[in-house]
Each structure stands twice: as C-alpha cells, then as structure tokens.
C-alpha cells in the first residue's frame, strides 16, 4: 500500500456470515496482498487488486527450502556448541592442534551454507512477491 497512510488510527467493524468469509478470503489468497486487510482496503478503494497464479510444485518446492534452512541454522548452531565445548578442552594438546586446523574448514562451511541460506531467502523473496 501507500506510505503515506502510516498512521492508521481508526477502526471499522465488520461482521460477515462464514461463507462471506470464507469467499472474501479465498479471493485474498489468490491474491498478491500480503494482509487481509490491504485486500480489503484495495477493493473499498477500487484501487487495482493484482491475482497471482501458484503451482502447486512450486509451494512445495518452497516449503522444502524453508525447511532446509531451518535445518542449516540448526546444524550450524550444533556445530558451534561442539567447538566451543572442545575449546574447553585445552590441556589435551592433541584436541588444541585440531581445533586450530579445523577453522579454516569451519569458515569454509559456514561460508558455503550462508552462501545457499542467501539463495533460498532470495527464492523465497522473488517468489512470495
């Protein structure tokens, strides 16, 4: 919507029967707008309300990658917990020599999982748009 409106003070109650709801809702959904309440402001100001088409392959292919970066940042924060408990670990010279080779592809990893974080959140951007 508009930026000049940000300051949205006042109220207006609606009540609607379940299948006026459920109608105003699916055509909100198959829509671009993001609230139900831009929808609705869009058609009380006939302003142009833009539908958009999703397949259904697609949604899956989306909710997978949200699922996979779920995961990476989970792996990640694992990983940062054992190398910070192994840091603890300092009077076994053999643990201290492997946590210094081991940075070096610690960078390597998490530079190649934000690297595909960054492209899933781009997906996700152009895609919920």
């Not at 940000?6 to 829509?31: C, V």
């Not at 694992?78 to 010279?93: D, E, G, Y």
């Amino acid at each position: 919507m508009e930026r000049k409106n940000l300051n949205r003070t006042r109220i207006i109650g609606l009540r609607l029967t379940p299948e006026e709801y459920a109608k105003i809702e699916r055509r909100w959904k198959d829509s671009i707008c993001r609230k139900l309440s831009d929808y609705v402001r869009h058609n009380l100001f006939e302003k142009p309300v833009v539908s958009s088409y999703r397949s259904q392959s697609t949604d899956d292919f989306m909710a997978e990658m949200a699922q996979l970066r779920t995961e990476l940042n989970h792996i990640g924060n694992n990983f940062n917990q054992a190398v910070k408990r192994l840091h603890t670990l300092n009077q076994i010279a053999e643990f201290r020599s492997w946590l210094i080779a081991y940075e070096v592809e610690k960078k390597t990893l998490f530079n190649k999982v934000d690297e595909v974080k960054k492209h899933i959140q781009k997906i996700a951007e152009s895609w919920l748009q």
